[in-house]
């Protein structure tokens, strides 16, 4: 299974953990009614249907605007500080790995924006969103969510950042502009450089911890 993943792919799943690995196959195999690994393989060669499914549900792509608040709390405290460190003219420049449906890039490129008008500064940013799975990044692209999706987003900021349309909540032009939606493999595509923060906040429990490691290494090389 895992060959075959890679073969359409391009991803190496046998870099995450097993565990994980296992639990996804066992979920693919209720919904199919089935209780035959072997039989699921065979099943997963002429079935690209069920062998994107089980990409997707590998991929995990469980995000959310402002999940975990003391997680941005703590973000929002220092980034006063990184702008005041800035050169004149210099963009503060963030990449955010396994971005999913984008909504960690774009929470990080709010709170951006405040720090830049509390201290009446023209917002000067670019914010790499990243991630292997294409059809995420297409969604994220166009900025429009359900309003069930908004739930970490307090009333001012769903009143300033966001447009409400037809098929939900549209990310507004004033925070899109600063976000770069990319494919990219984290574990063996090189690291994007000269950048002031790095946002990975639901791949590392994903992966083995000598992959973690070599991460973290490609991490500290793009800081």
């Not at 709390?73 to 963009?91: G, K, S």
């Not at 924006?113 to 059809?135: G, M, N, S, W, Y």
Request: charge should be neutral; proline fraction near 3%; include cysteine.
């Amino acid at each position: 299974i895992i060959e075959q993943l890679r073969r359409e792919y391009g991803i190496d799943f046998s870099l995450y953990k097993l565990d994980m690995i296992q639990r996804r196959i066992e979920r693919r195999l209720l919904i199919a009614d089935r209780n035959d690994v072997d039989a699921y393989a065979e099943q997963l060669a002429g079935d690209e249907g069920e062998l994107s499914a089980l990409y997707r549900d590998l991929l995990v792509g469980v995000t959310d605007f402002f999940r975990d608040q003391e997680a941005y709390a703590a973000l929002e405290r220092q980034l006063p500080r990184m702008i005041d460190r800035l050169d004149v003219d210099e963009e503060l420049r963030v990449w955010v790995p396994a971005t999913a449906t984008g909504e960690e890039a774009y929470s990080i490129a709010i709170l951006i924006c405040e720090a830049f008008a509390a201290k009446e500064l023209p917002v000067r940013c670019r914010i790499f969103a990243t991630d292997v799975h294409q059809a995420s990044l297409d969604f994220a692209s166009q900025g429009l969510y359900p309003e069930t999706r908004l739930r970490g987003v307090n009333l001012k900021r769903r009143h300033r950042y966001f447009r409400k349309e037809a098929g939900g909540f549209r990310v507004s032009p004033e925070i899109r502009q600063f976000v770069v939606f990319a494919t990219h493999n984290v574990i063996s595509d090189a690291p994007f450089t000269k950048l002031h923060l790095i946002s990975c906040r639901n791949l590392f429990i994903y992966l083995k911890p000598e992959v973690q490691c070599r991460v973290l290494t490609l991490f500290h090389f793009g800081l």
